[in-house]
């Protein structure tokens, strides 16, 4: 069988090439921050999308530990872009701090406001979610759903 392809969009547009180099690179970082204290560190999913709010709310990794400080400090030029996270603009934390009120007005009354510069999500800030992994409160998760639109437009992508 022999399938031919049509496509506007010129030859080597590199896309395939661009995920490729965004997931090896995050790769790297994640064996690093392993090889430096933090054995839980999760791999990239399939596109290399690796955030600091993926990690602090989708694994069993703590980003306020010694070991996870000394280890971005070590792995810090293998850091994947946006790692971090990125200061919302000003629209973005006006639509971050209805997230936030959302998820209260939806049962999580313990839930904080987020910082401009910090995750929209961080667990390790909700008293009611100490000692708990937050994928599996149902409260929060009925909460997030309900409010995902609002994560949307304040600048989160991918991840839960």
């Known amino acids: 069988m022999i399938v031919a392809?049509?496509?506007?969009a010129p030859a080597g547009t590199g896309s395939s090439n661009s995920t490729a180099a965004t997931h090896e690179k995050a790769m790297k970082f994640a064996e690093c921050m392993r090889d430096n204290g933090v054995s839980e560190f999760p791999d990239p999913d399939a596109s290399g999308e690796l955030t600091i709010d993926?990690?602090?709310n989708g694994s069993s990794v703590d980003p306020n530990t010694a070991a996870f400080k000394q280890a971005i400090s070590a792995c810090k030029d293998?850091?994947?872009?946006?790692f971090m996270g990125h200061q919302?603009?000003?629209e973005q934390q006006k639509v971050a701090l209805k997230f936030a009120q959302c998820i209260r007005d939806n049962g999580v009354k313990d839930f904080p406001d987020p910082t401009s510069d910090g995750p929209l999500i961080d667990t390790n800030r909700i008293p009611s979610m100490a000692g708990k992994d937050p994928r599996s409160d149902p409260g929060l998760n009925a909460a997030m759903q309900k409010?995902?639109?609002y994560a949307t437009a304040a600048g989160v992508t991918g991840g839960r």
């Open 88 to 90: 919302r603009s000003p």
């Open 78 to 82: 293998l850091e994947p872009p946006g």
């Open 5 to 8: 392809g049509c496509s506007n």
């Open 147 to 149: 409010c995902r639109g």
């Open 54 to 56: 993926g990690i602090a």
